[in-house]
């Protein structure tokens, strides 16, 4: 019978056997194995029994789903593989070994979906935001040049925007200052910014129109205003 190990830190924190068609894996309660742990999502993969393959599936998770330390969206399972999902590692026992001349993991990803070898900076981002003794880091921007009502801000809520509408935490200045220019949200594993209202937003003096992960230094200009982010240490 094909099972698996929960693991935490290489301590098994329990054992479970694939003996269903399907198996799901999340953090609601529901699940089949649940993780109470923030980087997982509350359906966030699924294992399944077919004509005699064990196959993973991610479903559409935040953080997504790897396995053997690549990313993965669906993919056959052998006797061996580690699925890593958050901070949790899921070992897979099972009658089924990966034949001798298949060799490269990469290659039996790509005959059933393409994978995608996960960056290092991104592994941490992931185990950051799932280590709850980990601290929420503590930033926010100097004023470089243009007209607001201070000249340091320190972002400690979730989420602040930068706009002349009431709340926001950076209030611009002027009648034709945007009601929204873009939203800083915080994290444990940092800080990041986007545009919002189809405002132009440049970091380091390139235009960026996605979420941008904000670094120490870094010169951040939207609706006419030059800002410095900085990480307090």
């Known amino acids: 019978m094909a099972k698996v190990l929960l693991k935490y830190k290489e301590a098994v924190i329990k054992e479970i056997a694939l003996d269903k068609e399907i198996t799901t894996i999340g953090r609601k309660p529901e699940n089949d194995i649940v993780i109470d742990n923030q980087a997982v999502s509350g359906h966030h993969a699924q294992i399944k029994n077919e004509g005699g393959s064990i196959i993973i599936e991610d479903l559409n998770s935040t953080n997504g789903?790897?396995?053997n330390s690549q990313k993965i969206s669906k993919l056959?399972?052998?006797n061996g593989d580690s699925v890593l999902i958050g901070v949790h590692t899921l070992d897979i026992i099972c009658d089924k070994k990966r034949e001798a001349d298949k060799k490269g993991f990469a290659v039996r990803g790509r005959s059933m979906d393409e994978t995608m070898v996960i960056a290092p900076e991104d592994k941490k981002k992931i185990i950051t935001a799932a280590d709850k003794t980990v601290p929420e880091p503590v930033g926010g921007f100097l004023v470089l040049e243009g007209s607001t009502d201070q000249k340091e801000y320190e972002l400690k809520e979730r989420v602040s925007a930068i706009g002349k509408e009431d709340g926001a935490a950076i209030k611009l200045k002027g009648?034709?200052?945007p009601k929204m220019a873009a939203l800083v949200n915080r994290r444990k594993e940092g800080y990041f910014i986007t545009?919002?209202?189809a405002k132009d937003l440049k970091?380091?003096?390139k235009e960026i129109d996605h979420?941008?992960?904000?670094k120490d230094g870094?010169?951040?200009?939207?609706a006419g205003l030059k800002l410095q982010f900085y990480i307090k240490e």
Not at 211 to 214: I, K, V
Request: cysteine-free; hydrophobic content about 50%.
């Open 76 to 78: 056959e399972l052998f």
């Open 195 to 197: 545009p919002s209202g």
């Open 175 to 177: 009648f034709f200052a």
């Open 211 to 214: 979420r941008y992960d904000l």
């Open 218 to 222: 870094d010169v951040v200009e939207v």
């Open 203 to 205: 970091i380091n003096g």
């Open 65 to 67: 789903t790897f396995i």
